[in-house]
């Protein structure tokens, strides 16, 4: 059972198809965790070229999906969320245990660490069936969107 469908993770995130990588949220504590469900289709953009003979999930998009899955968590305590942005500022310890294969429903547990008005920190682990496939601790920044250019967006961070 889905707490948040499709349409309202895109009411939260700015992403879009082909990048948006969570399909639905099954479980949430505000400002403590996320759990949420990317179903691994052979259909992915990604699989034409990583790897077409032998098609695996880059690592890099399993961690993005990490990164959605917590950007979910942060940006739905803020009233003005249409407005923000989450941008990365440091990915640490990550971890790729196992390949993500088309098919695999890969599981985003994101867990916040520290969290605030702008700086957010939290720690990620990706999971198919129950095994670790990726781990990693994510740091991003809650942007506005009206000020994109602004040279001082990652000083915080």
Known sequence: MAILDSKQIQQILPHRYPFLLVDKVI??????????????????????????????????LIIEALAQAGAILAL????????????????????????????DTLLLEVTAVRTGNRVQKMHGEAKVNDVLVAEADIMCVISDLVNRQDKELFQDA
Do not use: W
Request: hydrophobic share 35%; charged share 25%.
């Open 27 to 60: 479980e949430l504590e505000p400002r403590k965790r996320i759990v949420a469900v990317k179903q691994v289709s052979v259909n992915e953009y990604f699989f034409q070229g990583h790897f077409p003979d032998n098609p695996v999930m880059p690592g890099v």
């Open 76 to 103: 739905r305590e803020f009233s003005d969320r249409s407005c923000k942005i989450p941008f990365f500022t440091g990915i640490e310890s990550a971890r790729f245990r196992r390949p993500v294969l088309p098919g």
